[in-house]
């Protein structure tokens, strides 16, 4: 969803050229924010964070402060989000938040995986099967939360817990594609897979 977090294209990328379909339960969504992502800018081509434009109980309406892109992980402090992105006229306002809720509601998934960089770290929430998360951690030598430190009115995971959907943040470091694919396409495949053994039980 945030167009300055190209790996998790390259991920989601990644897992669909190893996975074939009848191996997996999962619709994978590519990349939700193609005009942010071609011009490498968190936000849409209408300046909105797609991220905050959710039918969530959390969602306002105005900006929402961000780190500018590429800034070095240790200086993403509050002080430090000096970025102030639009959150929507309303709720879904957007065709891009409006076409994933859609899918989300056509497929009403057991489990959603919302990739993101550059916190490298599994953020659940309370829905989230305990084994699951650890298992996505685990693999990928990955922090395991519940907690950023910051909140995200409007969110994907927001929404999602609203309507009793579990979801996982799966938030990747920024690097090269070789190093990303060693260290999370293992577990990614393996959370695919095992999602469709989980479903036929």
């Not at 969803?1 to 379909?21: I, N, Q, W, Y």
């Not at 951690?137 to 922090?143: D, G, L, P, Q």
């Not at 070789?178 to 039980?201: E, K």
Request: aromatic residues 4%.
């Amino acid at each position: 969803m945030h167009g300055e977090e190209p790996e998790t294209v390259l991920l989601a990328r990644g897992v669909l050229e190893r996975v074939d379909a009848e191996e997996a339960s999962c619709a994978i969504v590519l990349c939700a924010n193609p005009d942010g992502t071609a011009d490498g800018t968190r936000q849409n081509a209408r300046g909105v964070d797609l991220n905050r434009n959710f039918p969530a109980a959390t969602w306002r309406e105005g900006t929402t402060p961000s780190y500018p892109a590429g800034i070095d992980p240790a200086e993403r402090v509050p002080a430090n989000r000096t970025n102030r992105l639009s959150t929507g006229s309303a709720p879904l306002s957007e065709p891009e938040s409006g076409a994933l809720a859609a899918l989300i509601e056509r497929l009403e998934p057991a489990l959603v995986l919302d990739l993101h960089a550059p916190l490298e770290l599994v953020l659940t929430t309370s829905l989230v099967p305990d084994a699951v998360a650890r298992e996505l951690a685990e693999a990928a030598r990955m922090e395991l939360t519940d907690d950023v430190g910051s909140p995200a009115p409007g969110a994907l995971r927001d929404w999602l817990a609203d309507k009793g959907v579990p979801c996982i943040t799966y938030e990747v470091e920024h690097a090269g594609l070789p190093a990303l694919y060693a260290r999370h396409l293992p577990g990614l495949i393996a959370f695919v897979t095992r999602m469709r053994a989980t479903s036929q039980d």
